[in-house]
Antibody, heavy 125, light 108 residues
Framework: QVQLVESGGGVVQPGGSLRLSCAAS????????MHWVRQAPGKGLEWVAFIRYDGSNKYYADSVKGRFTISRDNSKNTLYLQMNSLRAEDTAVYYC??????????????????WGKGTTVTVSS | DIQLTQSPSFLSASVGDRVTITCRASQGISSYLAWYQQKPGKAPKLLIY???TLQSGVPSRFSGSGSGTEFTLTISSLQPEDFATYYC??????????FGQGTKLEIK
């Protein structure tokens, strides 16, 4: 079945780095854009980053731009998030999600149809 | 940036009730809106996309409507498993998606 499994979370000191991974299975990973979305404790969902299916374009939320880097290895069916200069406010559960679209009425309608279970990142001294 | 405001933020209802959650966008987003359900400790689950299209496998008691700046998610008859937090998401500014702040649906 279609599945996303995140890993790499943990406790890190402010200013430190961490790399998250998201292993995909059950679909043609190289055909889909992928997202990272995070959720701080007790808070709502925040979109973090997106990478196109071929890695040609990457987009970031202002809150992480210049500190986080999204990448992918289509030969390994794996998505990554390199997080540098971590701050306390980066503490969150990080989810990877698959981008999907529907074409109707002359338009493309995008959405996130598959989500991983998340990995927890805690930034604390 | 497009902002989404959900109302109410908290909703108390009983099994069998009909409930409606509203999501308002700060500017027109046509029908580029999705709804997700999240239960405690779990990942979000897609319910509706393109404002009104039900995702495969989602019960028909869920429905979405709206276009432009105002959208609604309706649950026609609440079931025990529906008590959760619901988020709207705009997908107009692809791929810089944003979410509403969430609506927590609790048992009365």
């Amino acid at each position: 079945q279609v599945q996303l499994v995140e890993s790499g979370g943990g406790v890190v000191q402010p200013g430190g780095s961490l790399r998250l991974s998201c292993a995909a299975s059950g679909f043609t990973f190289s055909s889909y854009g992928m997202h990272w979305v995070r959720q701080a404790p007790g808070k709502g969902l925040e979109w973090v980053a997106f990478i196109r299916y071929d890695g040609s374009n990457k987009y970031y939320a202002d809150s992480v731009k210049g500190r986080f880097t999204i990448s992918r290895d289509n030969s390994k069916n794996t998505l990554y998030l390199q997080m540098n200069s971590l701050r306390a406010e980066d503490t969150a559960v990080y989810y990877c999600a698959k981008d999907q679209y529907y074409y109707g009425s002359g338009s493309y309608y995008y959405y996130m149809d598959v989500w991983g279970k998340g990995t927890t990142v805690t930034v604390s001294s | 940036d497009i902002q989404l405001t959900q109302s109410p933020s908290f909703l108390s209802a009983s099994v069998g009730d009909r409930v409606t959650i509203t999501c308002r966008a700060s500017q027109g987003i046509s029908s580029y809106l999705a709804w997700y359900q999240q239960k405690p400790g779990k990942a979000p689950k897609l319910l509706i996309y393109a404002a009104s299209t039900l995702q495969s496998g989602v019960p028909s008691r869920f429905s979405g409507s709206g276009s432009g700046t105002e959208f609604t998610l309706t649950i026609s008859s609440l079931q025990p498993e529906d008590f959760a937090t619901y988020y709207c998401q705009q997908l107009n500014s692809y791929p810089l998606y944003t979410f509403g702040q969430g609506t927590k649906l609790e048992i009365k």
